[in-house]
């Protein structure tokens, strides 16, 4: 099975720039895929790593480690409206849909 | 552009009423999803759909079935609610390859509808 490990909460204040981390098992590995919730809202797609490095887009930036079964989502220059959850999810084998962590909750601070 | 639509978007239920929840996409994907989320929760799989007439368990099957009606519709029925069913479920679809094709570098985002608020009293 599939399974991933991600804080619970986390808090910055605006400006500052946050680092969420992921650590995943999985029994074959297609990628690493990272989505936004606000409150009340549906999760939106953010980034997708299939190889080691960091994608950038914009503010958000995402790396991947295959090696360490880890990667973290990067959010720079934060602002009010980042608050919100954000989810990790694998894809992996004997199952095409993905697996998501229980989610990080991004409170940001005047 | 609707995306994926989900009706209803609230309902309350009694304790052993059955209903279905509806998803339709116009985005013509294969791949369709039904997850719940719990409050404080992540997304929980109950069952998907790789591609038009497959559908396959999730982590979280029992108490629900599903049907791919079409490539664009999806339904999710609860025969006999259960106040343990109370939570907000969400539909999503994405450009997976069907069956039969290789997953690597194909990872789709998925797009998700606006959710269903279900209470079952």
């Known amino acids: 099975g599939q399974s991933l490990e991600q804080p619970s909460e986390v808090t910055a204040v605006e400006g500052a720039i946050v680092q969420i981390n992921c650590t995943y098992q999985?029994?074959?590995?297609?990628?690493l895929s990272w989505y936004q919730q606000h409150d009340g809202g549906a999760p939106t797609f953010l980034s997708y790593?299939?190889?080691?490095g960091l994608e950038e887009t914009g503010r958000f930036s995402s790396f991947l480690s295959r090696s360490d079964s880890y990667g973290y989502l990067l959010l720079q220059e934060l602002q009010m409206k980042d608050s919100a959850s954000y989810f990790c999810a694998v894809i992996g084998t004997g199952r095409r849909a993905l697996t998501f962590g229980s989610g990080t909750r991004l409170q940001v601070q005047p | 552009n609707a995306g994926v639509t989900q009706t209803p978007k609230f309902q309350v239920l009694k304790t052993g009423q059955s209903m279905t929840l509806q998803c339709a996409q116009d985005m013509n994907h294969n791949s369709m999803y039904w997850y719940r989320q719990d409050p404080g929760m992540g997304l929980r799989l109950i069952y998907y759909?790789?591609?038009?007439?497959?559908?396959d368990k999730g982590e979280v099957p029992n108490g629900y079935n599903v049907s791919r009606l079409n490539k664009r519709e999806f339904s999710l029925r609860l025969e006999s609610a259960a106040p343990s069913q109370t939570s907000v479920y969400f539909c999503?679809?994405?450009?997976?390859?069907?069956?039969?094709?290789?997953?690597?570098?194909?990872?789709?985002?998925?797009?998700f509808g606006d959710g269903t608020r279900l209470s079952i009293l």
């Open positions: 999503a679809s994405s450009a997976q390859p069907s069956l039969g094709v290789n997953l690597d570098d194909s990872n789709q985002p998925q797009h």
């Open positions: 759909s790789a591609s038009e007439g497959t559908t």
């Open positions: 790593n299939a190889l080691d």
């Open positions: 999985t029994s074959g590995f297609y990628g």
